[in-house]
């Protein structure tokens, strides 16, 4: 809808419906990814997750996507994204403890 809804609701979008579809598939995906990480740790902490931000913003940024706009491949930031896995994988295996890891 962008910055305009005024605007897109005259272009003849139905703007009530799109919002309203954008939150129920939000919710939906933000659900499924609740039960994902209590089936894998066993606890529903609401303070989990937290550094999951700045790791997808780090994947971003090492597959090559500039913060400040610009061009950026998807299969960079997939490449980005899986550096930062085996790191924080490689860190849980050899016992480096969570609050060093951030």
Same mark, same amino acid.
Request: hydrophobic share 45%; net charge neutral.
């Given at each position: 809808?962008?910055?305009? !809804?005024?605007? /897109?609701?005259?272009?003849?979008? !139905? /703007?009530?419906? @799109?919002? %309203?579809?954008?939150?129920? #598939?939000?919710?939906? =995906?933000?659900? +499924?990814?609740? %039960? %994902?990480? @209590? $089936?894998?740790?066993?606890? *529903?902490?609401?303070?989990?997750?937290?550094?999951?931000? &700045?790791?997808? +913003?780090?994947?971003?940024? %090492?597959?090559? /996507?500039?913060? =400040?706009?610009?061009?950026?491949?998807? &299969?960079? /930031?997939?490449?980005?994204?899986?550096? @930062? *896995?085996?790191?924080?994988?490689? #860190?849980? &295996?050899?016992?480096?403890? $969570?609050?060093?890891?951030?």
């Amino acid at each position: 809808m962008g910055n305009n !809804p005024e605007a /897109t609701r005259l272009v003849g979008i !139905p /703007t009530d419906r @799109v919002l %309203l579809g954008v939150y129920v #598939l939000a919710g939906v =995906f933000y659900g +499924i990814a609740s %039960l %994902l990480a @209590v $089936s894998r740790t066993g606890v *529903g902490d609401p303070n989990a997750g937290q550094t999951e931000n &700045l790791d997808a +913003i780090t994947a971003v940024v %090492l597959g090559g /996507t500039s913060l =400040f706009g610009g061009r950026g491949v998807i &299969l960079g /930031t997939l490449i980005g994204a899986v550096v @930062v *896995g085996v790191l924080r994988n490689g #860190l849980t &295996l050899m016992g480096v403890s $969570s609050v060093y890891q951030c």
